[in-house]
């Protein structure tokens, strides 16, 4: 009689997995010390919409799952409200910084959904104007994402549905960037 409570409640335990996968890949340390990311909120923040790009286009693909990139999406963003509500931010500022996060979020999808499509300089144009909007990123450390988009959207293409569904996603792991002689 309660199924589909349970399956609700399993398509939101496996939400809340892939968010937590997705955040944890974008804390590691190398892409703020290795190649360049910002190490501020605004950083982390892009970082995490950089890998919310590559989950949401895997379970939007047509073998995906749409309803659980609404159910990780809606994690995400309560996510963040909690988080302001934490700083100490009330809730008419907080309603405003939703609204911003999230056209940015959609503004940062579109670019880089338009630069996997265009080629390498298309996407790291996206990935400079937002990733590193306001870092000084030397060309290799951007050449390094762009290959790290790639590798992790070929991995999740890789991944099973049933996998995903289960909560289960694997990110490559961070690259180091060529060093370049002067």
Request: net charge negative; aromatic share 8%; no cysteine.
């Amino acid at each position: 009689m309660f199924g589909w409570l349970k399956k609700k409640d399993r398509k939101h335990a496996s939400a809340v997995d892939l968010y937590t996968a997705m955040v944890t890949q974008a804390r590691q340390p190398e892409f703020y010390s290795k190649l360049g990311v910002a190490d501020t909120k605004e950083g982390r923040f892009d970082l995490i919409l950089v890998h919310a790009f590559i989950l949401f286009r895997r379970l939007k693909a047509e073998d995906g799952d749409k309803d659980l990139a609404q159910e990780v999406f809606d994690v995400m963003f309560a996510d963040l409200d909690q988080n302001m509500r934490e700083m100490g931010i009330g809730d008419v500022g907080i309603l405003k910084r939703i609204r911003k996060m999230s056209d940015s979020y959609h503004g940062r999808i579109v670019a880089y959904e338009e630069g996997v499509q265009s080629g390498a300089a298309e996407l790291a144009a996206a990935l400079d104007r937002n990733l590193y909007a306001d870092t000084d990123v030397r060309d290799e450390q951007l050449m390094a994402v762009v290959g790290y988009v790639h590798d992790a959207l070929t991995l999740l293409e890789q991944q099973t549905l049933s996998e995903i569904q289960n909560g289960k996603v694997r990110f490559p792991d961070v690259p180091v960037p060529a060093v370049t002689t002067p």
